[in-house]
């Protein structure tokens, strides 16, 4: 904790002073429980160097937590032009260490704020979380770490292994550039508005190198049509990549197999006989 922290008022009086009821459209649901919040701060591992990115800070529960765990510098990307008014009280409260970025996080160059070591902590919108993830991982050697909330299912996916209903192209593309370490689950009441579903924080810590070699965008191409048609075996789910047999051939994979016996490393070398057979241009791949 850092001295001399500054004496703010409670989040739900924030919410009512700003009236930010939580709009379905955003995806909102605020955690006011600051026990809670202040237990992802501590997961997010040490915040003294580099830039703490938090995306979607609403009543800024989380924020506080951060700045009081010690993060040497939080900055805040922020839609809702409510929160970004409670954003800028908080900048005021610790001044020098909250930068407010007010702006979709989907249009924002996440990667590019503040100072390297850069981690993202946040309680995902989860309307959107999915899409920004997958668009982190692009450039998952830009973070040192992302602590993040999404759905228990989402989590469930990420961390899933082959042969098993969740394992999915999301596990494939997440685990081949991160290690996976779900951390715990928060129940529906400790949100205003309850979501639906029982939420988890995740932690995703990107790997040195890729878990085999691929291109990205090849390897997602790869996987939405495995997985696209999962119940088929590889030599009808891959027909639309062009001549499946021969891929699987190259990839040294049974053509009889199906989407969810595939390990990261198979969908890569599958992705590398796509590269190999059909090359994509230089000017594609900018």
Not at 96 to 103: H, I, K, P, S
């Amino acid at each position: 904790m850092i001295a001399g922290r500054p004496s703010l008022p409670p989040l739900r009086e924030v919410i009512a002073a700003h009236g930010l009821a939580a709009r379905k459209s955003l995806g909102q649901h605020f955690l006011l429980d600051l026990n809670l919040t202040g237990r992802i701060a501590r997961a997010a591992g040490n915040l003294t160097r580099g830039t703490t990115i938090e995306v979607g800070p609403g009543p800024g529960g989380l924020t506080r937590a951060l700045l009081d765990a010690g993060a040497r510098q939080v900055v805040a990307v922020e839609r809702d032009e409510r929160a970004v008014a409670i954003q800028q009280e908080l900048a005021t409260a610790y001044p020098g260490r909250l930068e407010v970025v007010a702006g979709d996080a989907l249009e924002v160059d996440i990667a590019g704020l503040g100072e390297a070591p850069r981690r993202i902590v946040a309680n995902l919108p989860y309307n959107i979380s999915t899409v920004l993830l997958i668009g982190w991982l692009r450039r998952a050697e830009c973070f040192e770490s992302l602590t993040l909330m999404f759905q228990k299912e989402v989590v469930d996916r990420l961390a899933a292994t082959p042969r098993t209903a969740d394992y999915g192209r999301l596990s494939v593309i997440t685990q081949w550039r991160c290690e996976v370490r779900p951390l715990f689950n928060i129940s529906r009441e400790a949100f205003t508005p309850p979501p639906k579903v029982v939420s988890t924080v995740v932690q995703l810590i990107p790997r040195s190198k890729p878990l085999a070699a691929a291109r990205m965008e090849v390897l997602e191409r790869v996987t939405a049509a495995a997985f696209g048609q999962r119940r088929k075996m590889l030599r009808s789910s891959l027909k639309s990549l062009g001549n499946a047999d021969g891929l699987l051939e190259a990839a040294g994979l049974a053509p009889t197999l199906r989407a969810e016996e595939v390990d990261v490393e198979g969908f890569c070398a599958l992705a590398r006989a796509v590269e190999a057979t059909f090359p994509t241009p230089v000017d594609a791949r900018k």
